[in-house]
């Protein structure tokens, strides 16, 4: 019997030779085969260190909503080894585990690597680290949160979860939805990413955390996703690749109808406000839903999202720690408030991580979880492991006042307080007026004001990040065409819009400065009564066809 076995071995050894050896004949032959070839070692060396990864992911799926401190895992010595990024060839002996004080421990028992790329014995990115540390002394977020709404949707039908995501929304505060959304892969791959539209050689920006240290305010790269996963165990890169645009179009399953923009104003004006004088920016439709991805160990520094829209965030793969900020007075002056939020966004790592006007907690996310947060919402992220998220954008008629909000943040402060500049809004805002006399939604005094003034008024709320470039129309301007970002729009669409707004203003018995009035004398997050708006709209203000008579 071990004859046979050594007979059958044998064999094997010599087949595998002589296919190696016509293998070897093919590849001098056609050079396209040995570069395959060489393609797919790569792959398997980097699915191999995904599987490494994926290792310390043994607990499994975590409770949806639970008190995770008491059975989260401890730290492991193999994970501090994987994710230590170090100048030395290799990392793999105990003696180079990083310290103790290069970990943390979040309220929720996980613990995790600091930022770090070490450079002759020192770790460049300290100044994250004393950051995550900062961050890590925070609450995490459990069921009964002021600042958060969690939502357990097993047993709950999508209409009522959607309600209760609108109410939570409508109110300022974010809402975690445990397990909505079904998760991906324990690991990720290129494969995987494919299949969701993101190609290896798809060109993308990545943030680098080295020169961020350094000094660099806006450290951008222009390199693959390729590049960016077989970076993941570099010890000498850390880095994640933000607004990758997907071709998916909507919020995820069942909470497309949130986004009323889309949903409600373009699909319902196409017939009575036809496309064919307008001109439509890219970003209207490339970031509505786009794809993040991170190494381990990235901090993604606080900020809010621009233009004024809700945002949707999926974690597919891994986990995210999200810290998202409150103001602790609601009715704080728009001045004051610029100051705590100044205060919060401007990188100073000796400054105290949190100013005494706000307050945060932490948000743990993991694969399914999905997190909405309503315009304006400043929150900071932080990834453990390579972390793979989806991200979607949307307006809606009852979060208008946090929308209005929001684009004055980016009109005073707008390269401090936002990240990438968004074309688009605008046209958005006068196309959502426009529709409002055919929609048969909840309108509230506050968000309908607030709509009403960003369209006679736009300028105001122009982000800091366009300048020298022209801004969209007010009611105090004779432009006949929108130039704003790209962002084009025929004059009747302008004019519906801008009539609109003024008999809004007038049914509601507001002239500008009591509108002006009515935003900021209330608490930020304040809707007021509900309007019911059916009387006022006749056939006197029929909308026009952008084709005209």
Not at 142 to 170: F, Y
Not at 194 to 203: A, F, Q
Not at 257 to 265: I, K, M, Q, T, Y
Request: contains cysteine; proline residues 7%; hydrophobic residues 35%.
């Amino acid at each position: 019997m071990a004859d046979d076995e050594q007979a059958i071995k044998r064999r094997k050894s010599e087949s595998n030779k002589r296919y190696y050896q016509k293998r070897k004949q093919l590849e001098l032959q056609d050079p396209k085969l040995a570069e395959a070839d060489k393609e797919r070692k790569k792959r398997n060396q980097r699915d191999k260190r995904a599987r490494d990864r994926s290792k310390v992911q043994e607990e499994g799926p975590w409770p949806m909503v639970l008190d995770l401190t008491g059975d989260a895992p401890t730290f492991d010595e193999g994970l501090a080894v994987r994710l230590h990024h170090t100048d030395s060839p290799s990392a793999k002996t105990s003696s180079e585990v990083p310290p103790t004080e290069d970990v943390v421990q979040w309220p929720n028992g996980q613990t995790t690597v600091l930022p770090t790329v070490m450079r002759d014995g020192r770790n460049v990115c300290e100044g994250d680290a004393k950051y995550v540390r900062q961050l890590a002394t925070l609450p995490l977020s459990m069921p009964g949160s002021h600042h958060v709404e969690h939502i357990d949707p097993i047993g709950v039908n999508d209409a009522d979860l959607c309600q209760r995501v609108e109410e939570t929304l409508r109110g300022g505060r974010c809402a975690v939805v445990r397990g909505a959304a079904k998760p991906g892969p324990e690991k990720l791959t290129a494969e995987y990413l494919v299949e969701r539209g993101i190609p290896p050689w798809l060109r993308t920006t990545h943030h680098d955390m080295e020169q961020r240290a350094i000094g660099k305010v806006h450290p951008c790269i222009d390199a693959t996703i390729d590049q960016l996963l077989s970076g993941a165990d570099d010890p000498k890169e850390l880095r994640c690749a933000l607004d990758i645009p997907l071709p998916a179009c909507t919020l995820p399953q069942p909470f497309q109808l949130l986004d009323h923009a889309f949903v409600c104003a373009w699909a319902h004006t196409m017939h009575i406000l036809p496309f064919h004088k307008t001109r439509l920016h890219p970003d209207l439709l490339l970031y509505r839903r786009w794809a993040n991805i991170y190494q381990g160990g990235t901090l993604t520094l606080p900020r809010h999202t621009s233009n004024g829209f809700g945002t949707s965030f999926s974690v597919v793969g891994c986990m995210n720690f999200f810290i998202v900020y409150r103001l602790k007075d609601r009715f704080l002056s728009r001045d004051q408030t610029i100051d705590q939020f100044l205060a919060l966004c401007e990188i100073d790592y000796d400054r105290p991580q949190l100013p005494d006007g706000l307050e945060a907690e932490i948000v743990d996310l993991r694969p399914g979880d999905l997190l909405f947060m309503p315009p304006g919402q400043f929150y900071a992220r932080y990834a453990g492991l390579l972390t793979y998220e989806e991200v979607g954008t949307f307006l809606r008629y009852d979060t208008m006042h946090l929308s209005e909000w929001s684009l004055f943040l980016d009109n005073s402060h707008g390269k401090t307080y936002t990240g990438q500049e968004r074309k688009g809004t605008f046209v958005t805002l006068r196309r959502m007026m426009a529709a409002l006399p055919y929609m048969p939604l909840k309108t509230y005094h506050r968000p309908t004001v607030a709509l009403a003034l960003m369209i006679l008024d736009p300028i105001s709320y122009v982000s800091q990040q366009r300048d020298g470039e022209t801004p969209p129309p007010s009611s105090k301007t004779k432009t006949i065409e929108v130039v704003s970002g790209g962002e084009f729009d025929s004059k009747d669409c302008v004019d519906s819009a801008m009539k609109i707004a003024r008999r809004l203003l007038l049914h509601l018995e507001l002239d500008d400065t009591e509108a002006v009035g009515v935003l900021d004398d209330s608490a930020w997050d304040a809707v007021g009564d509900q309007l019911h708006l059916e009387k006022v709209w006749d056939n006197s203000n029929a909308i026009e066809s952008d084709d005209g008579p």
